[in-house]
Antibody
Framework: QVQVQQSGPGLVKPSQTLSLTCDIS??????????WNWIRQSPSRGLEWLGR?????????DYALSVKSRIIINPDTSKNQFSLQLNSVTPEDTAVYYC?????????????WGRGTLVTVSS | DIQMTQSPSSLSASVGDRVTITCRAS??????LNWYQQKPGKAPKLLIY???SLQSGVPSRFSGSGSGTDFTLTIRSLQPEDFATYYC????????FGQGTKVEIK
């Protein structure tokens, strides 16, 4: 059974770095038919796609313009996981963060989601 | 970014009703449109991809249609487990989601 599950701190101070990890089971972060995404959800911003990493003979990353200057998504093939790093956070970054798989690079739909991690940005 | 607008924002319906939710894109997105169902405290669940393709395991009472800028999600006969919030998502460019339609019990 394919699963993804995110983990990481639930509280981050303003101006610091939010770091989350997504563990993959039943699939591979290096799969040639999947991409691995981070999505967040908050009452003020709704569902917001943040970025993805995927392997097609080499590694690629795509990021949302809204966070492009402060986001890094990295794969870790040794642990079969991928990570999210969001720098210089503000209270606006408070949200439930999901990792999710997308298959088709063109139709880009999210067919597998983690359970979500609530991250609160507060001093 | 492409803006996605759903209507209505909420609706009340009874078990057995036919329900239609509309999603409009701010520019043409061909059929790059997906639908999700979300229940409180849970992650979204994929229902429909590529505007009209039913995801494996999703009941056939769910259907999607549309192309270009206007799309619909139809639930043919609403069941108790269908009371939830529904989102559209475009994948023509970097993904964006609609604001959601909450389906409540009448």
């Amino acid at each position: 059974q394919v699963q993804v599950q995110q983990s990481g701190p639930g509280l981050v101070k303003p101006s610091q770095t939010l770091s989350l990890t997504c563990d993959i089971s039943g699939d591979s972060v290096s799969s040639n038919s999947a991409a691995w995404n981070w999505i967040r959800q908050s009452p003020s911003r709704g569902l917001e796609w943040l970025g993805r990493t995927y392997y097609r003979s080499k590694w690629y990353n795509d990021y949302a313009l809204s966070v492009k200057s402060r986001i890094i998504i990295n794969p870790d093939t040794s642990k079969n996981q991928f990570s999210l790093q969001l720098n210089s956070v503000t209270p606006e970054d408070t949200a439930v963060y999901y990792c999710a798989r997308s298959g088709d690079l063109s139709y880009w739909f999210f067919d597998l989601w983690g359970r979500g991690t609530l991250v609160t940005v507060s001093s | 970014d492409i803006q996605m607008t759903q209507s209505p924002s909420s609706l009340s319906a009874s078990v057995g009703d036919r329900v239609t939710i509309t999603c409009r894109a701010s520019q043409s997105i061909s059929n790059y449109l997906n639908w999700y169902q979300q229940k409180p405290g849970k992650a979204p669940k994929l229902l429909i991809y590529a505007a009209s393709s039913l995801q494996s395991g999703v009941p056939s009472r769910f259907s999607g249609s549309g192309s270009g800028t206007d799309f619909t999600l139809t639930i043919r006969s609403l069941q108790p487990e269908d009371f939830a919030t529904y989102y559209c998502q475009q994948s023509y460019s970097n993904p964006t989601f609609g604001q959601g339609t909450k389906v409540e019990i009448k």
